[in-house]
Nanobody, 120 residues
């Protein structure tokens, strides 16, 4: 199983970005997908998650600005980031809880980070 993230970049405060992460490989089912971020010198933190069927969860710092969504047909999760702030600067990682077969446990897989830099 592989997760391929894309969409990061350098933007100014107030701008928007959309991150994408596509899961591929021996996937039987995807239980949950999410985004985490890690700024230099800080621990990795949860940004948003979305469970199969739709329930979402957001970090307080991004509520009202970020929206997570997924396309189950394509095994893709998106993170729409609006009103970006300098404190959103970090490497963003996608993650997914995936089962690779029936009656098999779910494992958490990680994609490579995509850098988001918000600076004027």
């Amino acid at each position: 199983v592989q997760l391929q993230a894309s969409g990061g970049g350098l933007v100014q405060p107030g701008d928007s970005l959309r991150l994408s992460c596509a899961a591929s490989g021996s996937i039987f089912s995807i239980i949950a997908m999410g985004w985490y971020r890690q700024a230099p010198g800080k621990q990795r933190e949860l940004v948003a998650t979305i469970i199969s069927g739709g329930p979402t969860n957001y970090a307080d710092s991004v509520k009202g600005r970020f929206t997570i969504s997924r396309d189950d047909a394509k095994n893709v999760v998106y993170l729409q980031m609006n009103s970006l702030k300098p404190e959103d600067t970090a490497a963003y990682y996608c993650s997914a809880q995936i089962t690779t077969g029936p009656f098999k446990p779910a494992y958490q897989f990680w994609g490579q980070g995509t850098q988001v830099t918000v600076s004027s």
